[in-house]
Structure formats: structure tokens, C-alpha cells
């Protein structure tokens, strides 16, 4: 550690305790307490709008990109410093965003300057959400299948088809959507492209799950006019796109098996002196996270210096969801028929039983476990095909 990082740690870590409500070191209780912002956001205290309009503002909601982009413009090592004070004082995420996750890191490696200055500075300071729109009834696994259409209308795409499983959609203010220009070429024939969700002929409807909630909508694409100009890289290319971004959304859903509950609540479970069975289980679990928290530091290491296999977010991403899945089953096990309430205040309206069903839909989203174990034998481990 050089004697700049020291300085820089010491300076980030006062700025830090002196910026972050003490709201905001506490752990989320549910959904409710995640920051997206957006055009229409929704707080479920006002210092979660204060801690990202705080981060935002020094381009700490995306400390690597940038400064012209909104970002903080931190080296590698900064931005691990600034993750590990966070960590320190347990401080929230100040932004969740699909932007940061998925659609910036596109933006950066193939959007136009004038692209680039459009978008990323609303995506850092939380102004407009996001959803993604890639998988279709008849084109999931097989994503390259979709059928969504854009016929060219001069300077403007006329879009026509329907989208499924869109997070969030009825809530996104903006969304970035694969379609089809070319019907000759099955990969070959994808563009990429970005429109508000406020255009006219665009509809949704959510998805009820089993958890009671509704993260998951249908989207529907009724001769929405797209100018050309939001498209993303050349026509035809947006499968390119959308392979580079679909690894960036890997690596995010990976992040579940660090966990927002974290293995505390687990081994406070463990030394109540519940069940010895389930308290060896328990034990493995806190093994197998902080194993994987490790290789999560070097992934995110190598990632950031271009040095990650490149079917590596797919390793993260399947032990991810397997790890965020077990640690749900436990603190169900752990919280025995009480862990079952579904209402009341004091389980924050079923919390718990809600994100444990939730998880059901973890080794689906993002690529299914069967498809990235596929990806992992092929590339990973050379097996035959």
C-alpha cells in the first residue's frame, strides 16, 4: 500500500463516516429499503435519497467510470478501498441500478460520445431507471430466437413484438431491448437499441409470483417509433452487444451469494443451540460464502484488469445463486414455523418468506443454471460438446 492509498483511505473513510446517515449502516429489511431512484422514485426513508444524492455527487455510485461520464474517475485500487471502507461501516448500497450493472459498461465499450454523455451521467446520479429487455415467450434459453421486430422507417425504427420476465418494468423509466432487423441471419440479424418507456404503444403487465410480489412484467411493443440515433453499435451488431452485456449481468446476480443478510443472523442461529444438524449445516454454508466472497475479490481483480476468463461470470454467477438460494433455506430452517408469518409488522410484512421464495427465480434469471454448467464444460473445462 503506497503512502497515496493510505492517504486516500484514511480521507475516504472520514468522508464516509462523516456523509453516511446512520440509516444507511443498518441492514435492509426488505426490498423496500433498495435505492433505484428513477423519474418516480420510491423511498422508504428519506436518507436513502440523501446517501445517493451524496455518492452521486462525488461519482461514487460509479467510482471507475469516468469523470466526464458522472463517475469518480478512481484507479482499481481506490475503487477497492472504497468498497472495503463501505464495508467497514456497513454502509448500503447507495444505488441500484441496472444501468451501473448492465447497460453502462455496454455504453462505455460501444455507445457514441454523444451516447455516452446522454446517458451515464443520468445512470450515476440515479435519474433514470432502467429495464432490460431480452427474453420473449419463444425466446429464452434460445435467446438469439427473438422475434421482436424493428422495421426501418428512415431515421427511425418502427418496433412491434412483446417481451417476458422484464424486472421491473412497469416501474423503469427507460428501457435497453434487443430486436430484430434482419430476418436472413438467426445472431446476425439483432440491433440494440434504447427508448423510453413513456413512448407511445408501449404497455406492461406484471407477473404475480408466488413470493406476493410482482418484480417480473410482460412488455408489450405496439408500433413504438425509436430513433436510429439510440441504437447501439452498427445494425445487425447488437448480438455483440448483448453477449458483452449479459456477462456484466452475470457478475451482478453472482453478487447474491455475498448476501444483503449476510451469514451473521446464520451463526447467531447456529449459537442458540438449534438442531446440531443444522447448525454443521450452517457451518458449511459460512465456509463455503466466505470462500466465495475471496474469489469474488479476485474475479472482480481480474475483471477490472481484463485478465477474467470470459466464461468465468458464469462460474460466479451459477455458485452465486446456489449460495444465495442455501443461505435462504437456512435462515428459513433456522427461523423454524415463526420464519413462516406472512403479514404482521413485525416481520416487515413476510420478509423473510418472501425473499426465500423469491430465490426460486435466481437459477433462471440472467442465463438458467443448466445453460451456464453448459457454458462452464464447454469453455471452462474444454469438454466435448
Known amino acids: 500500500m503506497t503512502e497515496e492509498l493510505e492517504t486516500f483511505r484514511s480521507e475516504t473513510r472520514a468522508w464516509l463516516e462523516e456523509n453516511c446517515p446512520p440509516s444507511m449502516r443498518t441492514p435492509m429489511r426488505s426490498e423496500k429499503d433498495a435505492t433505484w431512484g428513477g423519474r418516480n422514485p420510491e423511498y422508504a426513508h428519506p436518507d436513502q435519497k440523501l446517501w445517493m444524492d451524496r455518492m452521486g455527487a462525488r461519482g461514487w455510485t460509479v467510482p471507475d467510470w469516468p469523470v466526464a461520464y458522472g463517475g469518480g474517475g478512481l484507479s482499481p485500487a481506490e475503487t477497492k478501498i472504497l468498497r472495503e471502507e463501505m464495508a467497514r461501516l456497513k454502509c448500503r448500497n447507495p444505488l441500484n441500478s441496472f444501468g451501473i450493472s448492465m447497460l453502462g459498461p455496454a455504453l462505455l465499450k460501444y455507445g457514441t460520445e454523444e451516447q455516452k454523455l446522454e446517458h451515464l451521467p443520468k445512470i450515476a446520479r440515479g435519474e433514470i431507471r432502467w429495464c432490460q429487455g431480452y427474453s420473449e415467450p419463444n425466446a429464452g434459453s434460445d435467446l438469439a430466437g427473438l422475434a421482436t421486430s424493428a422495421e426501418d422507417a428512415g431515421d427511425h425504427y418502427i418496433v412491434n413484438g412483446q417481451k417476458v420476465w422484464t424486472s421491473y418494468a412497469d416501474k423503469a423509466d427507460w428501457i435497453f431491448c434487443l430486436v430484430r432487423t434482419d430476418k436472413s441471419s438467426k445472431q446476425g440479424g439483432i440491433s440494440f437499441v434504447l427508448f423510453d418507456m413513456a413512448s407511445e404503444g408501449v404497455s406492461t403487465r406484471p407477473i404475480l409470483l408466488i413470493s406476493g410480489n410482482s418484480p417480473f412484467c410482460e412488455t408489450f411493443f405496439d408500433n413504438v417509433k425509436v430513433p436510429k440515433a439510440n441504437r447501439l453499435h452498427d445494425e445487425n451488431k447488437g448480438w455483440d452487444v448483448a453477449k458483452y452485456l449479459l456477462g456484466h449481468e452475470r457478475e451482478m446476480i453472482s453478487?447474491?451469494?455475498?448476501?444483503?443478510?449476510?451469514?451473521?443472523?446464520?451463526?447467531?442461529?447456529?449459537?442458540a443451540g438449534i438442531d446440531p444438524i443444522l447448525r454443521a449445516q450452517i457451518a458449511m454454508f459460512v465456509v463455503r460464502s466466505r470462500a466465495f466472497a475471496a474469489m469474488s475479490e479476485?474475479?472482480?481483480?481480474?475483471?477490472?484488469?481484463?485478465?477474467?476468463?470470459p466464461a468465468q461470470p458464469s462460474m460466479m454467477k451459477y455458485y452465486g445463486t446456489e449460495l444465495n438460494k442455501a443461505r435462504h433455506e437456512l435462515l428459513m430452517a433456522a427461523g423454524g414455523s415463526d420464519a413462516l408469518e406472512w403479514e404482521s409488522e413485525a416481520s416487515a410484512s413476510g420478509a423473510a418468506p418472501r425473499a426465500w421464495l423469491r430465490t426460486k427465480a435466481n437459477?433462471?434469471?440472467?442465463?438458467?443454471?443448466?445453460?451456464?454448467?453448459?457454458?462452464?464444460?464447454?469453455?471452462?473445462?474444454?469438454?466435448?460438446s
Request: charged fraction near 25%; glycine fraction near 14%.
Open 298 to 309: 479476485r474475479f472482480i481483480d481480474e475483471l477490472k484488469a481484463g485478465r477474467a476468463h
Open 363 to 384: 437459477s433462471i434469471e440472467g442465463g438458467t443454471s443448466e445453460i451456464q454448467l453448459n457454458i462452464i464444460a464447454k469453455r471452462i473445462l474444454d469438454l466435448p
Open 255 to 271: 453478487g447474491m451469494g455475498l448476501g444483503t443478510i449476510g451469514a451473521d443472523p446464520l451463526i447467531e442461529a447456529a449459537r
